[in-house]
């Protein structure tokens, strides 16, 4: 996505959340619109106007849509396994997440081995 120039109101983008409200969550913890933000701010889909986080109004959900979220493990090489129910994912250098499918397993992989361990999510996101 282009930079917005100075003074540019975003008209194709949709407000997600003010940067001042946020918390530290566990990426092994994040699921739905947090995860879904997570993963767009580590692919830098968003721009920042005014202290305010906007993505583009199409839906962003690569945590349940494969045509977006398989796209990530193929490019990042991520490995995914059933094991006990839940679903596992690895990256190449050994970094691994699980959760009850495969896209939510590897969206946590993806943004685990960009962020660390936990993440700052919007509390409304949060649910």
């Known amino acids: 996505m282009a930079p917005l120039q100075d003074g540019a109101v975003p008209?194709?983008?949709?407000?997600?959340?003010?940067l001042e409200d946020q918390m530290k969550v566990k990426i092994s913890e994040l699921i739905g619109p947090a995860l879904d933000w997570?993963?767009?701010?580590v692919t830098e889909m968003y721009v920042i106007v005014g202290g305010l986080v906007w993505v583009m109004d199409d839906?962003?959900?690569?945590?349940?849509?494969?045509s977006q979220g398989g796209p990530i493990i193929?490019?990042?090489?991520l490995d995914l396994y059933r094991y006990a129910g839940y679903w596992g994912s690895n990256n190449p250098?050994?970094?691994?997440?699980?959760?009850?499918?495969?896209?939510i397993a590897a969206m946590r992989c993806f943004v685990a081995s960009k962020l660390g361990d936990e993440v700052d999510v919007s509390e409304e996101l949060l649910g």
């Not at 997570?38 to 701010?41: G, L, T």
Request: net charge neutral; charged share 15%.
């Open 38 to 41: 997570a993963v767009a701010s």
């Open 59 to 66: 839906p962003y959900q690569p945590s349940t849509n494969w």
């Open 74 to 77: 193929e490019r990042e090489k």
């Open 11 to 18: 008209t194709a983008l949709t407000l997600l959340r003010n």
């Open 93 to 103: 250098s050994g970094i691994g997440c699980e959760g009850p499918t495969p896209l």
